[in-house]
């Protein structure tokens, strides 16, 4: 008499063709709606959490200033301003207590021979220290110089003493943005 069980082979393995190619690219289409969804969420999200928390005529109104009149003029408007035309990573700050600082400027000449800003910008708040820093970086440089008298942002460097070292290296590899 048998006790235990059998032993049971599985059965031969089927050849897999290789559809890398279409699994690849079918993937990739999979990959970029869902992140167009995601994102289209994150943004809606991000504006309903801006939404209450800023005055829409106040914000409507600094949208309306321009930034070289107010850092010629050193108005305590200029913050607010640079505020305004913040997106999605505007959420992102305040959801931390952090805000932009403005910690220099110059003019430069564009190529049409108009004045151009350059920001050098830094953070307060606990946004300074955040793990996403980084791509809060990038997304306040991007938002910024859609402004078009905005011709270029670097951050202040002062802002590298923050991050850990890992931090610190990504962002200086992989960050698209400039410090100085």
């Known amino acids: 008499m048998f006790q235990g069980h059998t032993k049971e082979r599985p059965p031969p393995a089927m050849p897999v063709e290789d559809g890398s190619k279409g699994d690849s690219e079918a ?3 999979l990959a970029e709606a869902y992140g167009s969804q995601i994102e289209e969420l ?4 991000a504006e309903r ?5 800023v005055d829409p005529i106040e914000n ?5 200033l321009s930034l070289s009149s107010l850092v010629e003029s050193d108005s305590p408007d200029v913050v607010p301003a640079l505020m305004s035309r913040l997106g999605p990573v505007r959420a992102a700050l305040d959801g931390h207590g952090g805000a932009l600082v403005l910690s220099g400027w110059s ?3 564009s190529g049409n021979s108009k004045r151009a800003l350059s920001l050098i ?7 300074v220290s955040c793990g996403a820093a980084p791509g809060t970086l990038k997304g306040i440089q991007d938002d910024l110089l859609m402004d078009p008298e905005v011709d270029r942002v670097r951050f202040d460097s002062s802002m590298l003493e923050w991050f850990d070292e890992l931090q610190k ?4 590899l992989h960050g698209g943005v400039t410090f100085v």
């Open 107 to 109: 003019f430069e000449k």
């Open 49 to 53: 959490r801006v939404s209450e928390s």
């Open 42 to 45: 994150m943004r809606r999200e």
């Open 27 to 29: 993937s990739d289409r």
């Open 60 to 64: 409507e109104r600094l949208l309306g």
């Open 121 to 127: 910008i830094d953070l307060d708040g606990a946004c």
């Open 169 to 172: 290296e990504f962002v200086l």
